[in-house]
Nanobody, 116 residues
Framework: QVQLVESGGGLVQPGGSVRLSCAAS????????MRWYRQAPGKEREWVAT????????NYAGSVKGRFTAGRDNAKNTVYLQMNSLKPEDTAVYYC?????????WGQGTQVTVSS
């Protein structure tokens, strides 16, 4: 049974930091690119970052580049998203996504709220 379980969300003040984790099971984690998406209230889900299978290549949406860092630990079947210099507009439910050749799995999401 495939599972992606995000954790680490919560309430954080503007300018603060939070680290999200996504624990994977039920598939060959190291063979899948891992991506982070987010969905703010009333908006469509948007791509945030991609981490290649070995973690050596990462790509980011322009809105988060320089503030967010994605990484993965294939030994722990876990992908991370370090989020720094958070802004109120980063408030959203954050989802991890596993992708390989058209096959895709989603987590249930974790809420991040940036507010004073």
């Amino acid at each position: 049974q495939v599972q992606l379980v995000e954790s680490g969300g919560g309430l954080v003040q503007p300018g603060g930091s939070v680290r999200l984790s996504c624990a994977a099971s039920g598939f060959t984690f190291s063979s899948y690119a891992m991506r982070w998406y987010r969905q703010a209230p009333g908006k469509e889900r948007e791509w945030v970052a991609t981490c290649s299978t070995a973690g050596g290549i990462t790509n980011y949406a322009g809105s988060v580049k320089g503030r967010f860092t994605a990484g993965r630990d294939n030994a722990k079947n876990t992908v991370y998203l370090q989020m720094n210099s958070l802004k109120p507009e980063d408030t959203a439910v954050y989802y991890c996504n596993a992708y390989r050749g058209g096959q895709m799995y989603w987590g249930q999401g974790t809420q991040v709220t940036v507010s004073s």
